[in-house]
Structures are given as structure tokens and as C-alpha cells.
T-cell receptor
């Protein structure tokens, strides 16, 4: 069990640029989740996949955000035309089933200047 | 609207004593509850969970209690150790999707 892996760990970008993050879940987990966490708050749900199907998106996820999970393995989260308010920790998690705990990666910290 | 609330931002406890962290929720559809621990610069780590059909689950020093009628859960850590110092999040599941509280910073003093 190599755990959930996220890349990069840190990303600094200028406002208006596009960024893409990658998540590799635990191999046998078919559910994959994206969360966002800001200082002093708990993680907030963004979206999740069951295999390659994106089943739910939060209202927090504006049109500038898009997530994919081709072939039901790794996932990418892209943010277009970044804004300073996008600065946060982006967390990926995976689970085996709806009643199983989510296992989180160490996140990608995004700073938009 | 905050469906999961942790009303204590911080808790300070002496080593060896009991730590009690509390969490309240509002959504009756939640059917599974979890506690996570988080260190700086790391993702949350799963600690313990409880199904809505139970009222207690124990794992070593950690026990989670669920009071469905009050929509309240708590995490007891006994005895507390300095290594337990971290941010603790409660989370509630609706079909697998977790809603988190704001977290409680636990500090255990030697």
C-alpha cells in the first residue's frame, strides 16, 4: 500500500495562469475525491469519481475548475485563469466503498500571486 | 450552512489525562461518522469511525461515542500523549462523501 500520491506538493502561480494537479489513488480504490482546505477550516468537498464517472460536483466548483479521471485510475484537477481566492491546499482522497474511510494524500498547496 | 460543527477551536490537556473532543451535526441523512488527525503539511489521517447503528466504537486509546438523538459525537483519548498533539477533524458521511467540521487543535503537555 503506497498510499495516495499527489503532485506537485507546492505550486506558485501568477493570477490568470492555468494550473493542473495530479492524484494517484490507492490502486484498488475505485472512489476518488477532491477536497479544498483553507487556513482554519476543515476540508471542503469539491467533486468525486466512481471509477471514471464523475458523480457529483460541489457548487464551490466554478466553471474554471475541471476534473478528470481517465480509465478510472489517476485523476487531474485543472484550474483555469487562477484567482487569488483559489489559494488553498488541494487534497485528494480515495476509498474502497461508500462505507470505507477516505485515505488522503498530503495535498498540493497552491499559492496564486 | 455548517452541517458539521466543532465548537471548540482548541483544547489543552496534561499528558496522561483524558482528552474529549466534541462534534455536532444537523443532517439526519449522515450514516457514518469518522475522526481524522492532521499534522501540519500532511493530509488528514483516518483515526476511527462509527456507523449510525452503533453508539460506541473503541480502538486502543481512542473511543468514539455517538448520540443520534442529540446529533452529537465525541472522541475520547485516554491516556493522552504528547504525540497526540495535532488538529482533529470530525467528519460525517452521506453515501461516502464526507462533510468536515472546522477542526479542534489538541495540545497535550508533558
Amino acid at each position: 500500500d503506497t498510499g495516495v500520491s499527489q503532485d506537485p506538493r507546492h505550486k506558485i502561480t501568477k493570477r490568470g495562469q492555468n494550473v493542473t494537479f495530479r492524484c494517484d489513488p490507492i490502486s484498488e480504490h475505485n472512489r476518488l475525491y477532491w477536497y479544498r482546505q483553507t487556513l482554519g477550516q476543515g476540508p471542503e468537498f469539491l467533486t468525486y469519481f466512481q471509477n471514471e464517472a464523475q458523480l457529483e460536483k460541489s457548487r464551490l466548483l466554478s466553471d474554471r475548475f475541471s476534473a478528470e479521471r481517465p480509465k478510472g485510475s489517476f485523476s487531474t484537477l485543472e484550474i483555469q485563469r487562477t484567482e487569488q481566492g483559489d489559494s488553498a491546499m488541494y487534497l485528494c482522497a480515495s476509498s474502497l466503498a461508500p462505507t470505507s474511510p477516505l485515505h488522503f494524500g498530503n495535498g498540493t498547496r497552491l499559492t496564486v500571486t | 450552512d455548517q452541517q458539521v460543527k466543532q465548537n471548540s477551536p482548541s483544547l489543552s490537556v496534561q499528558e496522561g489525562r483524558i482528552s474529549i473532543l466534541n462534534c455536532d451535526y444537523t443532517n439526519s441523512m449522515f450514516d457514518y461518522f469518522l475522526w481524522y488527525k492532521k499534522y501540519p503539511a500532511e493530509g488528514p489521517t483516518f483515526l476511527i469511525s462509527i456507523s449510525s447503528i452503533k453508539d460506541k466504537n473503541e480502538d486502543g486509546r481512542f473511543t468514539v461515542f455517538l448520540n443520534k438523538s442529540a446529533k452529537h459525537l465525541s472522541l475520547h483519548i485516554v491516556p493522552s500523549q504528547p504525540g497526540d498533539s495535532a488538529v482533529y477533524f470530525c467528519a460525517a458521511s452521506d453515501g461516502g462523501k464526507l462533510t468536515f467540521g472546522q477542526g479542534t487543535i489538541l495540545t497535550v503537555h508533558p
